[in-house]
């Protein structure tokens, strides 16, 4: 007969909030992406300030990326949540790595928050 440590449903909460915190972070980002102009040309008449949409058109969708990934292992119950979560904070620091130049530095706290999550989750 096994008996249940009683930290185990305290570490299931701790990963939980930590991949929220990764979906928060992924949101502001997109979000800070979408409305606050990131980029600065001057004109004539002045400055003009452009949005990051403004300046990639149709591949707009790509700033949802981080959010479906952090989204990821919240939709995965039972023993798939621990390997959706390693999964999605790899994916994600893969992409974080991919558009380092661009938009990746700031995803480095969400892929943080997903690989603590993991960890919460291993140890379970």
Do not use: E
Request: charged share 10%; hydrophobic share 60%; glycine share 6%.
């Amino acid at each position: 007969m096994t008996t249940a440590r009683p930290w185990n449903d305290r570490q299931a909460r701790s990963a939980r909030r930590w991949t929220l915190g990764a979906v928060a972070l992924s949101l502001v980002v997109a979000a800070v992406l979408f409305l606050v102009p990131v980029y600065a040309s001057a004109t004539p008449s002045g400055t003009v300030g452009r949005r990051a949409v403004d300046l990639v058109g149709g591949r707009v969708l790509l700033f949802l990326v981080p959010v479906v990934l952090s989204v990821l292992p919240l939709l995965v119950a039972g023993a798939l949540r621990r390997a959706s979560t390693l999964a999605a904070a790899i994916l994600l620091g893969a992409f974080c790595l991919i558009t380092l130049p661009s938009i990746g530095i700031f995803l480095i706290p969400s892929t943080v928050c997903l690989l603590v999550a993991f960890t919460r989750l291993l140890a379970r």
